[in-house]
Antibody, heavy 121, light 108 residues
Framework: EVQLVESGGGLVQPGGSLRLSCVAS????????MSWVRQAPGKGLQWVST????????YYADSVKGRFTISRDNSKNTLYVQMNSLRAEDTAVYYC??????????????WGQGTPVTVSS | DIVLTQSPGTLSLSPGERATLSCRAS???????LAWYQQNPGQAPRLLLY???SRATGIPDRFSGSGSGTDFTLTISRLEPEDFAVYYC?????????FGGGTKVEIK
């Protein structure tokens, strides 16, 4: 069964940086777009960023554009997001999510367990 | 941006009852690129439906979806204990990808 395991979350001060990772297994990682979706405490889901299977195309929510960078290493089956200039409103559980199909559907059929990020002084 | 508004915010029902959840879009969702997810407390979301009405792999047939354009509905024909959860709709017709605010289905 598909497995997605996130890591790298934690407590960081406002203005700080953090890099999240998501290791994927049991599917052809490079065939699928991957995304980060976050959920603030007690709130709903918010799409953050998506990267194509090859890594050649990236997309961002306006709220993180210029601060977050999504990337992937297909040789390591790993997805990343580098988060800079973090703000209190970035506090959330961050999920990595696999795209439903190989043609860039941009809906999510498998999710990791999430890694929490807290931005606070 | 396509804004998705889900209603009601909370639905209080008993096991065995029928649940009807609404998702309304601020503009037409092309190709009915509308998905539904279920989320239980402390867990990741699970894909239920895509294309407004197609069930994802392993999803029981008591879950069904309908609608087109700006109005979509998720129906759970007979609620099982494990169905009491929060449900989200998501449009994938355009960027940015957006989710509705969620409907909580709770035990009455």
């Amino acid at each position: 069964e598909v497995q997605l395991v996130e890591s790298g979350g934690g407590l960081v001060q406002p203005g700080g940086s953090l890099r999240l990772s998501c290791v994927a297994s049991r599917f052809f990682f490079s065939n699928y777009a991957m995304s980060w979706v976050r959920q603030a405490p007690g709130k709903g889901l918010q799409w953050v960023s998506t990267i194509s299977g090859s890594g050649g195309s990236t997309y961002y929510a306006d709220s993180v554009k210029g601060r977050f960078t999504i990337s992937r290493d297909n040789s390591k089956n790993t997805l990343y997001v580098q988060m800079n200039s973090l703000r209190a409103e970035d506090t959330a559980v961050y999920y990595c999510a696999k795209d439903y199909g190989t043609s860039g559907w941009y809906l999510f059929d498998r999710w990791g367990q999430g890694t929490p990020v807290t931005v606070s002084s | 941006d396509i804004v998705l508004t889900q209603s009601p915010g909370t639905l209080s029902l008993s096991p065995g009852e029928r649940a009807t959840l609404s998702c309304r879009a601020s503009q037409s969702v092309s190709n009915n690129f509308l998905a539904w997810y279920q989320q239980n407390p402390g867990q990741a979301p699970r894909l239920l439906l895509y294309g407004a009405s197609s069930r994802a792999t392993g999803i029981p047939d008591r879950f069904s979806g309908s609608g087109s354009g700006t109005d979509f509905t998720l129906t759970i024909s007979r609620l099982e204990p494990e169905d009491f959860a929060v449900y989200y709709c998501q449009q994938y017709a355009g960027s940015p990808l957006t989710f509705g605010g969620g409907t909580k289905v709770e035990i009455k």
